[in-house]
């Protein structure tokens, strides 16, 4: 986390691992908030029947919320403002099976009203990742005061 | 459901509903599949904290869940084969609050290889809709023997 | 152009027309600004060998364009404001055959930061419309001053 | 072009080469088809008045044209079969300025049925590349019968 070198940082991954666990549905779908940097941001969660569809896959709806959530995250690294999801786009490209869903944010572009972070979503089986989602996601940025009541930030 | 009208329709609407039922995921987040017609699907869930974020609102992987399974849903209702998300893009347009939210989805291109769905989804408080999200799918549509055997289908 | 019952939009109107003279490209393809009214955009193209691919349908560059310009201009609309496109997603339903392209943009959520935009795109066939292209943008609105400096407003 | 290590190559790069030829839009835009291999494509266009938009940018129309090109051309390449555009999705990150605008399109997950391929586009300054709009795009993959006879191939 890069806290001895970058301490303005400290305080903005306190935030959103505060922010993040107040989540019910994060809690629900039991994910957890593995790493996090000015900029990136990846959420991994492990197999679970409940997480699945009925072939036994994770469900599609399981990678869009890890997108989601890590797509918002990792553009509140930035500079720590509130961060609102707009939109995105997901490419499911092939089944997710396995033990383990990782998702990988990064910010391509950070910005004063709206920041792009594309994010990669792989599937672990026997430690092998597989390339099982990729995403391009559209962050609004807000200002303190409006972030802290009437929108929905992340951070 | 039009079964009167439709005998096909009746058979893939009960192995739709089969499906469904089997999805360990459709099941923890609690959504019913309120409404099932030739090209159009609905989908729908009550508010409980364990679906929101940190501000009291549906968190936005609820939202996605929802578009997910409807899109794929509706577009197997064409023709009853199964059918697989490729791609969609999701904008959210306004804070998910209220006591419930359904998702709307509809065919708006049936296709031999790829369907295309549009999906909205709406938040009720006090009985009223306000517009939420809105979405726009590509579906995959898969020969019965690929369905069986390697991928992902819905129906 | 509601301008009678609408004063404002007139010079709103007024302004986009002056700006959309003086794209270049706007004036390569030929297109033409054919309707205009707060939240809606209509840009039109008539058939020409040049705007075409290898099997002479309209260039798919061509559709992307008419929605890139008519999406942007529907957001400006709203309040006159400049306004710049940040993203959008093309679906491409059936090959542009026909002797033109019609582009109609309106307004799904007018918004501070970002408006969302939807666009079809209809190809006419001895006067009968058929549903080519469909889209859904987000445009980032600018305030003024950064709109006359340092980016690239439609309006 | 690797035609010497990959002789089935030669063959689709000429026929490639020859359909973009007969493109009347590429044509118009004077872009050319500048390299070429397994999975990828560059398309690359000079600066000229009549491609600007009204600040002297390059239109976001361009970029849109380039990337619709490259991203079927790049999944054309990997079996010789004719390619479709299906959907895109494109987040313009940087006004586009310069003297040039380059396009390069890579298949990430080939598919029998849909191939998803991503694209960024770089504009360039006295040589220097500025990254301006990245994009993600599912391109139907034809049957040789079908593409000859009813759709819109890239190649």
Not at 24 to 41: Q, Y
Not at 78 to 107: D, F, H, M, W
Not at 133 to 150: C, D, F, K
């Amino acid at each position: 986390m890069r806290t001895d070198t970058d301490p303005g940082f400290a305080e903005i991954a306190e935030r959103i691992h505060s922010n993040v666990g107040r989540q019910g549905f994060m809690n629900l779908v039991g994910a957890e908030l593995s790493e996090l940097a000015r900029g990136e941001c990846t959420i991994a969660v492990e197999r679970r029947p409940d997480l699945l569809q009925q072939h036994g896959f994770f469900h599609g709806g399981v990678t869009a919320f890890l997108v989601d959530n890590a797509t918002t995250i990792a553009a509140a690294t930035s500079r720590g403002q509130p961060a609102l999801t707009a939109e995105y786009k997901l490419n499911l490209l092939s089944p997710a099976v396995g033990e383990k869903l990782i998702c990988r944010a990064r910010v391509i572009k950070p910005g004063r009203q709206v920041s792009v972070v594309a994010a990669d979503v792989f599937c672990v089986t026997d430690g092998v990742e597989k390339h099982t989602a990729t995403a391009l996601a559209s962050i609004a940025m807000l200002n303190e005061e409006v972030g802290a009541t009437t929108k929905s930030p992340a951070a």
